[in-house]
């Protein structure tokens, strides 16, 4: 009885170790879901392309005005797929709103000392004039980019609020300058943040230099639609074989899924615990039931002698049920000494909560309790139905 009693709470305890865990896994996946990534993902297809430096001249020797067929090649792009039925607007950006992409160093006009100390690097995203509109990313100050900021236009960048943050706390960033890739650009706006590096990290200081006057090879063609943007994604392919068929357009996807991607590895290992703490529930269960009717099968006589000396039903219910109780307390205290050391391991899936929430344990405890009291409840009922006569003479 011992024995087994002692698997039932070791039991008890892996479940309330996995129920934790799970739970702990659902609470940061449900937070991580509510996260705004700074954009609208509904009804946007990305399509990503690369453009070969065979037929598309990618020298740096008179950037960017040297690299004008890129910029010719992704202005038809973007005309010719605006005017496809169902497209609300398009955009060309170097990545897509949940590619971290890559940073450039920068000095700020009058602070040129900051860049010499170490000053950080910025997230860095050329873009076409219509991508905030069409990704939905709000301009906070000053103004978007419009088509004549091109390599004939003045050198423009916009950055988003973290940095407006971080470098001009007390001043607006309106009109100052920044200095990258050998051109000193004028801040024009200022926009909201998007998260970049996914959606549990903080987004980072960012700047935004106008596609035209920052040519890329390799970019993302961003799609607004009126519906289903997956239903458009013929419609684009036809346009990139009109422009030149041998460009094979790649990575195309609803940034509704992109968006759902990037958390795939948190949902697969909450499904995964989930469905372990569902079946390890399940196994305590079984197991407090095994070892409460076995007890209550071996004290049949001794039950029988209480009834006929006037216990009532109800005496021997709670007698069966403290049995049962005694496994459940013994089993959650040693589940939450295993959660609190399991739970570490965790720390670094979670979002919004921490490893050694009080809340999750508490309800995770009673959860394992009332699963006791559960499988205690029939051996007791039925113990509680034994006619006295016939538990006497039971051996």
Same mark, same amino acid.
Do not use: C, K
């Given at each position: 009885q011992r024995v087994r009693g002692a698997l039932v709470m070791s039991e008890m305890a892996l479940a309330l170790v996995l129920l934790v865990g799970a739970a702990l896994l659902m609470q940061s996946f449900w937070r991580l879901r509510r996260v705004d990534p700074g954009w609208t993902p509904t009804?946007?297809?990305?399509?990503?392309?690369?453009?070969?430096?065979?037929?598309?001249?990618?020298?740096?020797?008179?950037?960017?005005?040297?690299?004008?067929?890129?910029?010719?090649?992704?202005?038809?792009?973007?005309?010719?797929?605006?005017?496809?039925?169902?497209?609300?607007?398009?955009?060309i950006a170097s990545n897509d709103p949940l590619d971290a992409g890559f940073t450039n160093g920068f000095v700020i006009e009058g602070r040129e000392g900051e860049a010499r100390s170490g000053q950080a690097e910025l997230a860095t995203r050329p873009v076409s004039a219509d991508y905030f509109a069409t990704v939905g990313v709000p301009v906070l100050q000053g103004r978007a980019f419009q088509p004549s900021d091109d390599a004939n236009g003045a050198s423009v960048v916009i950055i988003n609020e973290a940095a407006a943050r971080k470098y001009f706390p007390?001043?607006?960033?309106?009109?100052?300058?920044?200095?990258?890739?050998?051109?000193?650009?004028?801040?024009?706006?200022?926009?909201?943040?998007?998260?970049?590096?996914?959606?549990?990290?903080?987004?980072?200081?960012?700047?935004?230099?106008?596609?035209?006057?920052?040519?890329?090879?390799?970019?993302?063609?961003?799609?607004?639609?009126?519906?289903?943007?997956?239903?458009?994604?013929?419609?684009?392919?036809?346009?990139?074989?009109?422009?030149?068929? @041998?460009?094979?357009?790649? =990575?195309? %996807?609803?940034?509704?899924?992109?968006?759902?991607? #990037?958390?795939?590895?948190? /949902?697969? +290992?909450?499904?995964?615990?989930?469905?372990? @703490?569902?079946?390890?529930? =399940?196994? %305590?269960?079984?197991?407090?039931?095994?070892?409460? #009717?076995?007890?209550?099968? /071996?004290? +049949?006589?001794?039950m029988g002698v209480r009834m006929a000396l006037g216990a009532t039903r109800r005496d021997v219910v709670r007698h069966v049920l403290r049995d049962g109780s005694r496994l459940a307390l013994f089993g959650a205290l040693l589940g939450i000494f295993g959660a609190l050391v399991a739970t570490r391991l965790l720390s670094t899936q979670l979002y919004g909560v921490t490893a050694s929430d009080p809340l999750t344990f508490a309800i995770a405890a009673l959860a394992i309790i009332v699963v006791a009291l559960v499988g205690s409840y029939v051996p007791a009922r039925r113990a509680s139905r034994i006619a006295p006569v016939a538990a006497l003479q039971a051996d």
């Open positions: 009804n946007v297809l990305r399509v990503q392309f690369q453009l070969p430096r065979t037929r598309y001249p990618q020298s740096y020797a008179d950037y960017p005005r040297s690299w004008s067929r890129i910029v010719a090649f992704e202005r038809e792009l973007v005309t010719q797929t605006a005017a496809l039925p169902g497209v609300r607007r398009v955009a007390s001043d607006s960033p309106i009109g100052h300058r920044l200095r990258f890739w050998g051109t000193w650009r004028t801040i024009v706006g200022v926009v909201g943040n998007e998260r970049f590096a996914g959606l549990a990290s903080d987004p980072p200081p960012a700047m935004y230099p106008p596609i035209m006057q920052a040519p890329m090879s390799s970019a993302s063609l961003l799609v607004r639609t009126e519906g289903n943007p997956e239903q458009l994604t013929g419609s684009v392919r036809g346009v990139f074989r009109q422009l030149d068929r @041998a460009i094979a357009p790649y =990575g195309i %996807a609803t940034m509704d899924n992109v968006l759902d991607r #990037s958390i795939a590895q948190q /949902r697969f +290992t909450m499904q995964l615990l989930v469905g372990f @703490a569902a079946l390890a529930l =399940g196994l %305590a269960l079984i197991g407090v039931y095994g070892v409460v #009717s076995y007890g209550v099968a /071996r004290r +049949t006589h001794e």
